[in-house]
């Protein structure tokens, strides 16, 4: 099956910093890219979703100016938590999508702010 | 918009019970179903997947999963667990095309006792 890495795959960070986490499709060329949030014990929650190319589309409730996403490849998208505060600390996953229906998942970057 | 629960928060078995986890979706049109599984420590790994045709579906380790469209279900079963099944498991589904995004459930955690 088709391989997404994430990197790095933990960081931790002072608050007020800003932190950069790439996805990347390895084997395969990934037209959108779904990036998660998911916090302890809980489910995996939607942030956006992003095609090549164009502008990310973000979901409700969701700041697009705190969680910056870029698609600027085929084969990597970038979430950029700006002036990350420690209520932003969770799991980030990303997931992308090539040209069939299905969708593969990355492990996972664990993002801590102190 | 597409939405789905699962109505177990937290189910406790034996090894070798029978196991039936719930899913129920609200989405009017084509979907496509998923359950995931999330063991301790470990990033979202793909148990099954309903596109279309049989709605039993077959997946990794055992589990299988019946799409019932008059009843907007997707539950997962398998017959005799074991301990290694010990993990969370999330129901997921797509609506509508393949360009749709997936929307996960809240989780069901399982916890064996060996």
């Known amino acids: 099956g088709a391989v997404v890495s994430q990197h790095p795959s933990r960081v931790i960070c002072k608050s007020g910093t800003s932190v950069k986490i790439e996805c990347r499709s390895l084997?395969?060329?990934?037209?959108?890219m779904f990036w998660y949030r998911q916090f302890p014990k809980k489910s995996l929650m939607l942030m956006a979703t992003?095609?090549?190319?164009?502008?990310?589309?973000?979901e409700q409730g969701v700041e697009k100016d705190k969680f910056l996403i870029n698609h600027a490849s085929l084969t990597l998208s970038t979430l950029t938590v700006t002036s990350a505060h420690p209520e932003d600390s969770s799991f980030y996953i990303c997931?992308?999508?090539?040209?069939?229906?299905?969708?593969?998942f990355g492990p996972g970057t664990r993002l801590t702010v102190l | 918009a597409q939405s789905v629960s699962q109505h177990n928060h937290h189910v406790i078995l034996s090894e070798a019970a029978s196991l039936e986890l719930g899913c129920n979706y609200s989405y009017g049109g084509t979907v496509n179903l998923f359950w995931y599984v999330q063991y301790p420590g470990q990033h979202l790994q793909l148990l099954l997947k309903?596109?279309?045709?049989?709605?039993l579906v077959k997946g990794i380790k055992g589990f299988e999963a019946e799409f019932i469209k008059s009843k907007f279900s997707f539950n997962l079963r398998k017959p005799s667990v074991q301990w290694s099944d010990t993990a969370e498991y999330f129901c997921a589904v797509r609506g509508g095309s393949s360009a749709s995004k997936i929307i996960f459930g809240s989780g069901t955690r399982l916890s064996i006792r060996p």
């Open positions: 997931s992308a999508r090539g040209d069939g229906p299905e969708q593969f």
């Open positions: 309903y596109f279309s045709g049989d709605p």
């Open positions: 084997d395969f060329q990934a037209t959108t």
């Open positions: 992003s095609n090549e190319g164009s502008k990310a589309t973000y």
